[in-house]
T-cell receptor, first 115, second 112 residues
Framework: SAVISQKPSRDICQRGTSLTIQCQVD?????MFWYRQQPGQSLTLIAT?????????ESGFVIDKFPISRPNLTFSTLTVSNMSPEDSSIYLC????????????FGDGTRLSIL | KQEVTQIPAALSVPEGENLVLNCSFT??????LQWFRQDPGKGLTSLLL?????REQTSGRLNASLDKSSGRSTLYIAASQPGDSATYLC???????????FGAGTTVTVRA
């Protein structure tokens, strides 16, 4: 399975600032996703990162707040903009799942705390 | 909209006992179902994937069953060990896209 590296692994940020999270995969992948896991809750899909085009956002998530880049088939970034304490979460990158027998795999996540 | 429910929310067992974790989903038109393990503060580790055409999958001490028509999956962990302590998440992928709908998870504690 693909090896997924996320940076940073954790950060503490001031409210009103922005943070960019990087996701690097050791092989080319078609499908790449960004999820959020708020404290004590399960995962919610933020968006699908599309290579060469704009990301596809889920209901409740907008590009101005969570801009995503996907410059190639091995790399993506998620920016959390104008952060507030409500953005304190684990943000996870995921790849795979293109075929029925292909699982999705996740990075270790970025634990973000906003003061 | 696909709703995924996991019962119980938490489970504590003595070492050696078998674990039974339940997952139910509302829309039976699924592409596949995946079970994950999450350790505190960490990402997700994929344990098993069951395709919609399959009834079960096995990996070592883990066995997952799928009854698509009734919207249920069960994860069995045999002879539990303290190292099995974690949160177990069930995720369903619907046909037509790649999105996973997650349950809230079952937090397992195996007592030595």
């Amino acid at each position: 399975s693909a090896v997924i590296s996320q940076k940073p692994s954790r950060d503490i940020c001031q409210r009103g600032t922005s943070l960019t999270i990087q996701c690097q995969v050791d092989s080319q992948v078609t499908m790449m996703f960004w999820y959020r896991q708020q404290p004590g809750q399960s995962l919610t899909l933020i968006a699908t990162a599309n290579q060469g085009s704009e990301a596809t956002y889920e209901s409740g998530f907008v590009i101005d707040k969570f801009p995503i880049s996907r410059p190639n088939l091995t790399f993506s970034t998620l920016t959390v903009s104008n952060m507030s304490p409500e953005d304190s979460s684990i943000y996870l990158c995921s790849v795979g799942g293109g075929q029925p027998n292909q699982p999705q795999h996740f990075g270790d996540g970025t634990r973000l705390s906003i003061l | 909209k696909q709703e995924v429910t996991q019962i119980p929310a938490a489970l504590s067992v003595p070492e050696g006992e078998n674990l039974v974790l339940n997952c139910s989903f509302t829309d039976s038109a699924i592409y596949n179902l995946q079970w994950f393990r999450q350790d505190p503060g960490k990402g997700l580790t994929s344990l098993l994937l069951i395709q919609s055409s399959q009834r079960e999958q096995t990996s070592g001490r883990l066995n997952a069953s799928l009854d698509k028509s009734s919207g249920r999956s069960t994860l069995y962990i045999a002879a539990s060990q303290p190292g099995d302590s974690a949160t177990y998440l069930c995720a369903v992928r619907r046909g037509g896209d790649y999105k996973l709908s997650f349950g809230a998870g079952t937090t397992v504690t195996v007592r030595a």
